[in-house]
């Protein structure tokens, strides 16, 4: 039975079924599954026996193969649904009735579950490969019950499931020739997910201690509940200093990328800086050439040349030197070389009668 083990997972190769095999007699599959009378099937079309063969190559829309799958599916997960995945397309035309356990008859031959018979079989009814649920299901196999619910096969893995004093409760199906066979999806189980509960207990206590169970829901003792409590606020401040950590190293990676940008930056500006230096003030620089060209184009502009190296000896200086107006003259000047003071007459000529003019009035 799907679900029965608590042994190794249910991992199935996962039979990618073509598009017609797809489309079952509840359509869209979106809807969920029927519960199954307790009287079985009342269809009225004829249910002739089919044989594997016969169901293989395809049966009419109305005369679908109907294929029953048991099981007890606690905490319902991907290995259930990919075995009824399986068994709906073992076939073009399925129609799948699946056959869940109750409480009593579970825990009565197999074990305590997690889930409530209610939760499974609703949990069940939303599986998109299942057309019908059979509520508290035979543990083993009858004849009247494959009659009474029209049952043509039963899938299940092929491996020898022993239980209830028998070395294989599907041995009868198998020599009717009505067995036919799904992989199992190794790695995930029921029995495996309670195993990871029960290995991490202690995690999962506190989970819901901080989610607001209480101790006593929980079934946790006084000290243990101080304990997980306390647990907890240690590893809150542990992760609070772990992210203060963090936040430190990567500020500090920041200001150290941050200060390799800025001295680069700098090397870069520095370098063009005394390069600008050298281009403007260098021995060939621009400065050189438009001092020199100042120089030329003062000395153009100039109407005296001075000879080089007598800066005294310029125009100007020499009309200052001979101005009457100088009150200094050079000590070692006599007073016999300067020359008098031009006679008001002496610039202009007068003409001889206007000089004998002049001498008459006298």
């Known amino acids: ?76 997960h991907s290995g259930h649904a990919r075995a009824l995945m399986q068994a709906k397309n073992v076939f073009p035309n399925t129609y799948l009735i699946v056959g869940v356990c109750s409480d009593e008859l579970t825990h009565k031959l197999k074990g305590y579950t997690v889930m409530t018979e209610d939760e499974r079989y609703d949990a069940l009814t939303h599986c998109r490969y299942v057309d019908e649920v059979v509520r508290d299901a035979p543990w083993t196999l009858t004849t009247d019950f494959l009659q009474r619910h029209k049952i043509d096969f039963v899938a ?9 004093g028998s070395d294989d409760v599907y041995k009868h199906i198998k020599e009717a020739g009505m067995f036919v066979a799904t992989e199992r999806t190794e790695g995930i189980s029921t029995s495996d997910l309670i195993t ?12 819901n201690l901080q989610r607001g169970y209480t101790a006593r829901e929980l079934n946790v003792g006084y000290i243990n509940e101080k304990k997980y409590r306390l647990q907890e606020q240690v590893d809150k401040m542990k992760e609070t ?64 040349s001075s000879p080089r190296g007598s800066p005294s000896s310029s125009p100007t200086r020499r009309r200052r030197s001979l101005s009457p107006d100088s009150s200094s003259a050079s000590p070692s000047q006599s007073p016999s070389s300067l020359s008098p003071p031009p006679s008001p007459y002496s610039a202009k000529k007068i003409p001889p009668q206007e000089k004998q003019s002049h001498l008459d009035l006298a």
């Open 1 to 76: 039975m799907a679900g029965r083990r608590r042994g190794r997972g249910n991992n199935a190769q996962q039979h990618q079924a073509p598009q017609h095999q797809r489309a079952g007699p509840r359509g869209s599959q979106r809807e969920p599954a029927a519960f199954a009378k307790s009287t079985g099937c009342d269809s009225q079309t004829p249910h002739n026996k089919l044989t594997i063969t016969q169901a293989r190559r395809g049966t009419p829309a109305n005369r679908p193969v109907r294929v029953y799958a048991d099981g007890i599916f606690d905490l319902f």
């Open 156 to 164: 299940h893995d092929d491996m020898p499931y022993t239980s209830a």
């Open 196 to 207: 990871r509960i029960v290995k991490d207990y202690d995690i999962y206590v506190r989970r």
């Open 241 to 304: 200093v772990r992210t203060v950590e963090e936040k430190s190293k990567h500020f500090v990676y920041r200001v150290e990328e941050k200060s390799h940008d800025l001295i680069h930056k700098w090397e870069e500006k520095s370098r063009e800086f005394i390069s600008n230096f050298l281009e403007l003030f260098g021995p060939d620089g621009a400065w050189h050439v438009i001092q020199e060209r100042s120089g030329r184009m003062l000395q153009a502009l100039s109407p005296y």
